[in-house]
């Protein structure tokens, strides 16, 4: 059996963990398809999620969710912060689970990115002001998080506090909606990736200054969360793993940061992109260019019960298998290729020569190439 295809298990503090049929997951992706601006996934969210659980992934993460109304990227993205989002997301969660697919969310606040126009056709780009319907977003620190953007305001002390216990809430509600597992979005200069860079976290108080100052509120995130989040649901989090700016974040205080969510708030799945911060940022973008980050975080965590996903032009069956075989990392996350055909993971396993009797829960995989 390909290593693609052979079942995973995401630990959690209690229990054997979320088994997963396969190392294959997708990747968190926002729609931008929102009936009312009013945060509640749609039927667009049910067929979109829905055809990669017929298509044969192991596992689903869902877009980038808010955790309150301010933390969303644009007004055209999903929240959980009340019910009626909350019966749309269990709805989804019901139909992935009807299908053997494991299902996670990805909680997350865009901090001073938020109030942006959806990455839609036609759409400007850059912050939507309040006179149209945007808001003002926060942030770590008064000012623009990148140039072209509008400024934040600074989260207080209190108010960073309030942040924090909206993920705990949005937690519970994903827990009641049926959610196997959370993904933390400390990724693509959000919120707490704002705070984790020095090139955004200017703070000179206890959530700011030097490495272990720039980390706390994400690890307060972390503990709260896992406080009300079961202790057999795994907890995972995705990082921007460098800035890829000199002085910047990089993939060293990635793995501190990653070891000691490890050690002391059961942070078990790490999900490694890059980038979103540094106006100048040189990406070197081409196949797999974020493998080699998530090769460093699996040889840096290696020893603790922690699974590593790489993503990041990850297109072809061979191109991800050969990613496992190597050692680079446990699962691979597929994005825009799984979007140009929701039928990827089965289309691997025929691909890879997995048997189709092998593949359960999947009665169209036919439409995959068998
Ligand atoms: C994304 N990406 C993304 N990332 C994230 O952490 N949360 C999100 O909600 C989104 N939204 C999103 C929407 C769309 C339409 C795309 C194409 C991408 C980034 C995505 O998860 C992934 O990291 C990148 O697309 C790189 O992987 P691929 O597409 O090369 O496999």
């Not at 697919?101 to 606040?109: E, M, R, Y």
């Not at 000012?143 to 705990?168: C, N, Q, R, W, Y």
């Not at 272990?212 to 709260?224: H, I, L, N, S």
């Not at 940022?281 to 790489?310: D, F, K, M, N, W």
Request: with cysteine; charged share 15%.
């Amino acid at each position: 059996m390909p290593l693609l295809f052979t079942p995973l298990t995401l630990p959690a503090p209690q229990g054997p963990g979320l088994a997963l049929r396969n190392r294959a997951i997708i990747a968190p992706m926002c729609q931008y398809v929102i009936d009312a601006e009013d945060g509640v996934p749609t039927d667009w969210h049910l067929q979109h999620l829905g055809a990669f659980a017929a298509g044969g992934f192991g596992l689903v993460t869902v877009e980038a969710t808010g955790v309150e109304a301010r933390g969303r990227i644009s007004a055209r993205d999903v929240g959980l912060y009340d019910d009626a989002q909350q019966r749309a997301h269990q709805r989804i969660v019901s139909f992935l689970r009807s299908q053997g697919v494991a299902a996670a969310v990805q909680l997350g606040h865009a901090g001073g990115k938020a109030s942006t126009y959806p990455a839609l056709p036609g759409q400007p780009s850059g912050t939507v002001p309040v006179a149209v319907g945007g808001w003002t977003a926060v942030g770590a620190v008064d000012g623009p998080v990148l140039p072209g953007l509008d400024a934040a305001k600074g989260l207080s002390t209190p108010e960073i506090a309030e942040v924090v216990a909206a993920f705990a809430a949005a937690a519970r509600r994903a827990d009641a909606a049926g959610y196997d597992a959370i993904q933390l979005h400390a990724a693509h200069g959000y919120l707490m990736h704002q705070f984790l860079s020095p090139l955004t976290n200017t703070r000179t108080d206890g959530y700011g200054g030097d490495e272990y100052g720039r980390t706390r509120f994400t690890r307060e995130v972390a503990a709260a969360v896992r406080e009300v989040w079961p202790a057999h649901k795994p907890l995972g989090i995705r990082v921007s793993a460098t800035d890829w700016v000199d002085g910047g974040w990089d993939v060293h205080a990635t793995a501190r940061l990653l070891r000691r969510l490890a050690d002391e708030h059961g942070v078990t799945w790490v999900d490694v992109s890059s980038g979103g911060l540094g106006g100048g940022a040189e990406i070197p973008v081409g196949p797999g260019y974020q493998v080699p980050l998530a090769a460093e975080l699996t040889r840096q965590l290696a020893g603790r019960p922690v699974v590593v996903s790489a993503v990041g032009l990850v297109v072809d069956a061979v191109q991800a298998e050969t990613i496992l075989a190597t050692g680079q990392a446990h699962a691979v996350s597929i994005g825009r290729a799984a979007l140009r055909d929701p039928h990827w993971a089965a289309s691997a396993a025929a691909r890879l020569g997995v048997p189709r009797t092998e593949i359960p829960h999947a009665p169209q995989l036919w439409r995959a190439g068998w």
